[in-house]
């Protein structure tokens, strides 16, 4: 191939991946400036696609589904492949619900149930307090993207977060959790809304058969 047409090839491969050029590392101190303009949601509406991997089984778990969060802490958090999986905090009570069999489990709102869950809804909705919670590791800007890999500052199950924030849309586009046994849940965001929600929304359909976890 002519030396030209190299040369023409390689422009047009850096023209096509600016983000690759523009990333730039972002101090303790940046990360801070840019943290307080991030929009904290009172209300939040997203499409997500959550992955599980299991490093036990070398095996992932892939998953659709869209939630509903109101602040300080109504979710409603709906799985919808391969089967609808609904879990639902309506202020004071916990569910598991299923909707093709119209039953629901209770269970106490701060058990291991909902541990999972909760700071999943915690690192979505409370962007503006992460390096409050959290000690940071590397945070870089690439393009839209601001990329932020954290520790917690007290050692537990979650060993390492990586959350992508979209810039432009103002809300949390990517998050990975890293378990101390290997595992790691993953959810990919999209369609943001902020459009208020009623309390209602959180509330059990009439004739849902309810029993209550020991």
Known sequence: MPKFFLKFAAVCLLAATPALALAKDLSVEELRAV???MKS???LTVDFVQTKYSGLRGKSTRREGKALFVKPNLFKWMLQTPSKEFKIYDGKSFYDFS????TAKRYAP????AQELRQVI????NVDTL???YDLVKAEEVGDLIKI???PKTPGDLVGIELHFAKKEEFIAYL???LNNKNSLIHEFKNPSRAAIPESAFALPAGVKITDSI
Request: glycine residues 4%.
């Open 110 to 113: 701060n058990g291991a149930q």
């Open 122 to 125: 915690d690192l979505v909705l």
């Open 99 to 102: 909707p093709d069999t119209a």
């Open 176 to 178: 990975k959790m890293d």
């Open 35 to 37: 943290q307080s303009k």
């Open 149 to 151: 890999r954290l520790s």
């Open 41 to 43: 949601s009172d209300a």
């Open 131 to 133: 390096l409050k919670r």
